[in-house]
């Protein structure tokens, strides 16, 4: 059997990969919220449990939230949210995007804004960044399978391929 990832195939993977990953890119950038979509929940934190990449909480008014770390990138939001249970805080969220975990029954938003006393920890354009920070290098992956995949399919076109010193090849060897 001859390795397709060397082949023709892995020229076409590796360029519908790269398409793939730019699709994603504008994807994630899409749907991060604005701010005048964003919803607001006060309480103190009843519950919390962290995981690799969010922390997942729930305020006395029983609103379920997660706060992903990828728009954190300091911890600032979640620290706030672990010493929530001893004072108030105001979080906001999209009840657009939810998830669901094992660990807990119920819809978790997420959440993009932590706020004590009126102050907020982070600006939505803050962890607006650290989000496209984030989605920038599946862009840059993108980019990058998608021209080499170009390339390896180029390579293969019929008028690319040359015999011996990049001579065409004779009606014979065809």
């Known amino acids: ?42 309480g103190r934190v009843v519950w919390q449990q962290e995981t690799r990449g969010a922390l997942y909480f729930v305020l006395s008014d029983k609103q379920q939230l997660v706060l992903n770390a990828k728009g954190d990138i300091d911890g600032r939001q979640r620290q706030t949210i672990r010493d929530a249970q001893m004072y108030p805080v105001s979080v906001q969220f999209l009840r657009a995007q939810k998830t669901a975990i094992g660990f807990a029954p119920g819809a978790f938003y997420a959440a993009y804004g932590v706020a004590v006393g009126g102050k907020t920890v982070l600006s939505l354009d803050e962890v607006r960044s650290a989000y496209r920070r984030d989605n920038l290098i599946a862009l840059a992956m993108g980019v990058a399978a998608a021209v080499a995949g170009a390339w390896r399919v180029r390579s293969f076109s019929p008028g690319r391929r040359r015999a011996g010193d990049g001579k065409p090849a004779s009606r014979r060897s065809r």
Do not use: H, N, S
């Open 1 to 42: 059997m001859k390795d397709w990832f060397a082949g023709e195939r892995g020229a076409y993977f590796f360029l519908w990969l790269g398409i793939g990953l730019i699709a994603l890119f504008g994807v994630l950038e899409y749907r991060f919220p604005q701010a005048q979509q964003l919803e607001t929940a006060r």
